[in-house]
């Protein structure tokens, strides 16, 4: 047993805990990672990456099929194993020697083994081989270890051993027919790749299909799905599961059955906190950690919780932008300076709030950032909505010659800001930016009028959403 001592110890070297590690060393923080799987972690191998790469080429064949002159070169489906090549290609066929390699140039130290603290800013690490380092931190603890797909307490579920997200973006063989349990980002852009791969793909929505978004967006998205012959079915539960054979089957909660060859669960997230040892510093094992905006546990005085693991915003573009301030405000208080007085003033991840930018990468595409108008309305802001069929504005007949979209602008009547957008359509995702630049920059909306769309392009939107509005008085 060996033990060694730093400034500052993270535990997950995934994107959040990579940010982490980054901000501090640049700080002048003597700082350890340590990673059990693979340095890079979920996004890179198992989820943001490998399932955009799974949805491309097939959104990519339909865009195609929907443009005259171009859909007359079309001669084939797509090429699943093709696409399984590109995927493997974007995992680096989950070798991590690339990130490796990129902590060692950035100065971070690597300890690879799980993590488990034995004290107050006191780490453990048991390797592969047993070999267990203890590591000590001069100053705080960062636990950015993400989370994991959470599995319902079925009769029968876990011993047909169904899918998680890992499965369905790390698969070698596409099965011919897939239930998905579960109407979430997930369960939605995984129906959506099957169905591209040519899989009967039966999607199984307790409530409602992405039910935290705009009504509209989840119309057009189920629209879609059904198109491409995803078949959904709403207001039905799973209530027990097993084997025939090759094959699972589902009993459902109106009497009927389901049989897929393969069953994945897309229900939400678990934060993976159950084996650290949180019991011996007086926290939870298995729970959320909660934290301050400045990322910090609460309760404790050195040690920060970054990303999923905190469960404000779910998203790995928000636990990076978490890490860059938690990693600044670590080095800011290491040096005794208050937050307040940082660099670039109170760096905190204010984001989390109100501002969160989304991507859905189904087909077609919703993007979202800020409030919706159901959330406006029970938040008591008066509001304005602004809602404008994507389809009139002339960039979309040069993009597509059935282009279907729509967008919804949601205005603070009080100050004259945005305080929320939804986009929908092939592509969307490239709009969201500058409506989350409008409303984290809360830009008035007179201004906004000489913000310029060129032509002919989809941002026209903005301007159609102005002219709605009104002209300014100005």
Not at 154 to 179: N, Q
């Amino acid at each position: 047993m060996s033990e060694r001592e730093y400034d500052v110890i993270v535990i997950g070297a995934g994107a959040v805990g990579e940010n982490v590690a980054d901000r501090t060393v640049q700080g002048g923080m003597s700082t350890v990672i340590v990673e059990a799987e693979l340095v890079g972690g979920e996004c890179s191998y198992w989820a943001c990456m490998p399932s955009k790469g799974l949805l491309r080429s097939a959104a990519a064949l339909r865009a195609a099929r929907d443009l005259d002159g171009a859909k007359q070169a079309v001669t084939a489906d797509v090429d699943v194993a093709g696409v399984l090549r590109r995927r493997d290609r974007m995992t680096h066929d989950w070798d991590d020697a690339s990130q490796v390699r990129w902590l060692e140039k950035a100065g971070i130290d690597l300890v690879r083994g799980h993590a488990e603290f034995t004290g107050i800013k006191r780490v453990r690490v048991t390797a592969e081989d047993g070999t267990v380092t203890d590591l000590v931190a001069r100053h705080a603890v960062a636990v950015s270890t993400g989370s994991a797909a959470l599995l319902p307490d079925i009769p029968g579920l876990r011993e047909i051993g169904p899918w998680t997200s890992r499965d369905a973006t790390g698969v070698k063989t596409v099965p011919a027919s897939l239930a998905v349990i579960g109407g979430g980002v997930v369960a939605a852009e995984m129906a959506t790749a099957y169905a591209g791969f040519g899989t009967e793909v039966t999607l199984l929505v307790r409530t409602a299909l992405l039910e935290t978004m705009e009504p509209f967006a989840a119309e057009q998205v189920e629209a879609s799905l059904e198109k491409l012959g995803v078949t959904v079915r709403k207001g039905v539960e799973v209530t027990a599961a097993h084997r025939a054979d090759s094959n699972a089957v589902l009993t459902l909660s109106d009497g009927g059955r389901l049989v897929a060859e393969e069953v994945l669960v897309a229900i939400g997230r678990t934060p993976r906190t159950g084996d650290l040892g949180l019991e011996s510093i007086g926290l939870q094992p298995g729970a959320w950690l909660t934290v301050d905006d400045t990322l910090r546990v609460k309760g404790t005085d050195w040690l920060y919780a970054v990303g999923d693991v905190n469960h404000r915003a779910l998203l790995t573009h928000q636990g990076k932008y978490q890490a860059r301030a938690a990693g600044d405000v670590i080095s800011a208080r290491a040096k005794g300076v208050a937050v307040s007085d940082a660099p670039w003033g109170a760096h905190v991840a204010t984001a989390d709030h109100d501002h969160v930018p989304q991507v859905t990468f189904t087909d077609p595409e919703v993007a979202s950032v800020g409030l919706t108008e159901a959330a406006a309305r029970a938040a008591g802001r008066g509001i304005r909505v602004l809602d404008y069929d994507l389809s009139w504005v002339a960039g979309a007949t040069t993009y597509a010659d059935h282009y279907e979209g729509m967008a919804r602008a949601i205005v603070d009547e009080q100050r004259g800001v945005l305080i929320g957008a939804t986009f929908v359509g092939p592509d969307v995702a490239e709009l969201l930016h500058a409506a989350t630049i409008a409303i984290v920059g809360e830009v008035p909306i007179d201004r906004l009028w000489h913000a310029v769309p060129a032509y002919p392009t989809l941002s026209e939107v903005w301007l159609r959403w102005l002219e709605e509005y009104g002209r300014p008085t100005a």
